[in-house]
């Protein structure tokens, strides 16, 4: 039986899809490719390529053409301002629109790009359907492979010590890299009439010279010949071993790590505490009981009948106390069950809310956590248009378990009219008592609302 690889390396571009097989001293072990029809079906030749009789490597990479890549820029000042969790969210905002991938099913990774001491930081993000990574990742990996990889072939193309900046053509994309960091400097979608098959081929691009620093043209590689095909993957190989590609890799996270335990824990002892307040007043019952029998059965002097009476109207206080306490502890299990089925989905809802209902003279510009539930908070210069996010956020944001208070907002006397205006939001967290009834799935789906403020 051969002996595994270290690391597999698929290629799928348009027109064809091609495995390489290393071993940890980067000697290719295998070639082979075949044919594809369809270039954004990455997955169906991800498929094909693992049923070869060769065995695959622990590692398993894929580059393919299919997935999205952007340059997208935040300002420096927001930036500083805020965590990798906040920066991801905010990319994710804008890739949606330009990816055209739903917002709560984007898998990204970003990494910073060349800085061009703009008052941006630019960003070089890759962008696939979660979904369809993660399915097709979870069934490579139960193939025997430990970890799979997702990325766009651009950026492992150079390992020579130029000085000169680097491009490569992808399909009808180019890229240009800084020579010494390897960082993205710029790409540009190429028009159906510059791009061509041939591989060996130049093509304009008409970047002007000083943002190229050379002449505005890219080379797409020539992996046409076993030996430039054999090099190209040693190049991917040591770069991936090192960890100096500098290209955004999507890893295939485990979901195991992602489940949070504390909702359910919670639910159990809250369901202990009520089994045990079930027991105690089937006891208090009992004691009672007794308690009548006795009275009803024995002649007692008025002294002790007046403290058994005493007695019992004790009891019977306790017993009401704790029917109040077993009502208001089952409550307390339909609102930790309420959240619970909500969580995974309502912060992701949320966003996508604000983001439609939102206008171009308004910013968001972040959602913290409050005592009572979460703050959106932002600055905007129409003085109406943060009531009135309150209000539309109400009908919507109820369902899923928040009461909506009136925007909160602030005057800077920068402007005639006042402003602009800072704003906070308050979501309270209400469960489904004040939203829905206890016995009702809230429909956590928002409706896409447009408009202008």
Same mark, same amino acid.
């Given at each position: 039986?051969?002996?595994?690889p270290?690391?597999?390396?698929?290629?799928?571009?348009?027109?064809?899809?091609t495995?390489?097989?290393?071993?940890?001293?980067?000697?290719v072990?295998?070639?082979?490719?075949?044919?594809t029809?369809?270039?954004?079906?990455?997955?169906?030749?991800?498929?094909?390529?693992?049923?070869?009789?060769?065995?695959?490597?622990?590692?398993?990479?894929?580059?393919?053409?299919a997935?999205?890549?952007?340059?997208?820029s935040?300002?420096r000042?927001?930036?500083?301002?805020?965590?990798p969790d906040?920066?991801?969210n905010a990319l994710?905002?804008?890739?949606?629109?330009?990816?055209g991938?739903?917002?709560?099913?984007?898998?990204?990774?970003?990494?910073?790009?060349?800085d061009?001491?703009?008052?941006?930081?630019?960003f070089?993000?890759?962008?696939v359907?979660?979904?369809?990574?993660n399915?097709?990742?979870?069934w490579?990996?139960?193939?025997?492979?430990?970890?799979?990889?997702?990325a766009?072939?651009?950026?492992?193309g150079s390992?020579?010590?130029?000085?000169?900046n680097f491009r490569?053509?992808?399909?009808?994309?180019?890229f240009?890299?800084?020579?010494?960091?390897?960082k993205?400097?710029?790409?540009?979608?190429v028009?159906?009439?510059?791009?061509?098959?041939?591989p060996?081929?130049?093509?304009?691009?008409g970047?002007?010279?000083?943002?190229?620093?050379?002449?505005?043209?890219a080379?797409?590689?020539?992996?046409s010949?076993l030996?430039?095909?054999e090099?190209?993957?040693?190049?991917?190989?040591?770069?991936?071993?090192?960890n100096?590609?500098?290209?955004?890799i999507?890893?295939?996270?485990?979901?195991?790590?992602?489940?949070?335990?504390?909702?359910l824990l919670a639910?159990?002892?809250?369901?202990?505490?009520?089994?045990g307040c079930?027991f105690?007043?089937?006891w208090?019952q009992t004691q009672?009981?007794?308690?009548i029998?006795?009275?009803?059965?024995?002649?007692l002097?008025?002294?002790?009948?007046?403290?058994?009476?005493?007695?019992t109207?004790?009891l019977?206080?306790?017993?009401?106390?704790?029917?109040s306490e077993?009502?208001?502890i089952?409550?307390?299990?339909?609102?930790?069950?309420?959240?619970?089925?909500?969580?995974?989905?309502?912060?992701?809802h @949320?966003l996508?809310m =604000? &983001?439609?209902?939102?206008?171009?003279?308004m910013v !968001?510009?972040e959602? +913290?956590?409050? $005592?009572?539930?979460?703050?959106?908070?932002g600055?905007?210069?129409?003085?109406?248009a943060?009531?009135?996010?309150?209000?539309r956020?109400?009908?919507?944001?109820?369902?899923?378990?928040?009461?909506?208070?009136?925007?909160?907002?602030?005057?800077?006397q920068k402007?005639?009219s006042?402003?602009?205006?800072?704003?906070?939001? @308050?979501?309270e967290? =209400? &469960?489904?008592?004040?939203?829905?009834?206890?016995? !009702?799935?809230?429909? +956590?789906?928002? $409706?896409?609302?447009r408009g202008?403020?």
């Amino acid at each position: 039986m051969p002996k595994k690889p270290s690391i597999s390396i698929f290629l799928i571009n348009e027109n064809q899809a091609t495995r390489a097989d290393l071993t940890a001293s980067r000697v290719v072990t295998s070639i082979e490719s075949l044919a594809t029809n369809n270039a954004n079906d990455w997955r169906a030749a991800v498929k094909a390529l693992v049923q070869s009789a060769q065995p695959l490597g622990r590692r398993v990479v894929v580059l393919s053409n299919a997935v999205n890549s952007h340059l997208i820029s935040i300002p420096r000042a927001s930036v500083a301002q805020m965590t990798p969790d906040e920066i991801d969210n905010a990319l994710r905002f804008e890739v949606e629109t330009l990816s055209g991938i739903e917002i709560e099913d984007i898998a990204l990774v970003r990494v910073e790009a060349y800085d061009d001491l703009s008052g941006d930081v630019r960003f070089w993000v890759n962008v696939v359907r979660e979904s369809e990574f993660n399915e097709i990742a979870d069934w490579v990996k139960n193939q025997g492979v430990r970890t799979v990889e997702l990325a766009h072939p651009a950026g492992f193309g150079s390992n020579s010590q130029s000085s000169e900046n680097f491009r490569e053509l992808w399909g009808n994309t180019a890229f240009q890299f800084d020579a010494k960091s390897r960082k993205l400097v710029e790409f540009h979608r190429v028009v159906a009439s510059v791009a061509s098959d041939e591989p060996t081929s130049k093509f304009d691009l008409g970047w002007p010279n000083e943002i190229l620093g050379i002449d505005g043209t890219a080379i797409a590689h020539d992996l046409s010949t076993l030996a430039e095909l054999e090099g190209w993957f040693q190049s991917i190989a040591s770069q991936i071993f090192e960890n100096h590609s500098g290209v955004p890799i999507l890893r295939r996270k485990r979901a195991a790590s992602s489940f949070d335990w504390r909702p359910l824990l919670a639910t159990g002892l809250i369901c202990a505490v009520l089994v045990g307040c079930i027991f105690h007043r089937n006891w208090l019952q009992t004691q009672i009981a007794n308690t009548i029998q006795l009275t009803e059965e024995v002649a007692l002097p008025n002294a002790r009948k007046k403290r058994d009476d005493t007695e019992t109207l004790k009891l019977l206080e306790q017993l009401k106390e704790q029917e109040s306490e077993a009502l208001r502890i089952n409550n307390e299990l339909k609102r930790v069950k309420f959240f619970y089925d909500n969580q995974r989905d309502r912060l992701a809802h @949320l966003l996508k809310m =604000v &983001g439609e209902l939102r206008t171009t003279e308004m910013v !968001v510009q972040e959602f +913290t956590n409050d $005592p009572n539930g979460m703050v959106v908070a932002g600055i905007t210069l129409n003085g109406e248009a943060a009531p009135l996010l309150a209000n539309r956020l109400k009908l919507l944001a109820a369902p899923l378990g928040w009461k909506v208070s009136g925007a909160n907002q602030k005057g800077q006397q920068k402007m005639v009219s006042g402003g602009p205006w800072t704003f906070q939001i @308050l979501l309270e967290d =209400v &469960g489904p008592f004040e939203s829905a009834p206890p016995d !009702v799935v809230p429909n +956590t789906t928002s $409706p896409t609302i447009r408009g202008k403020f």
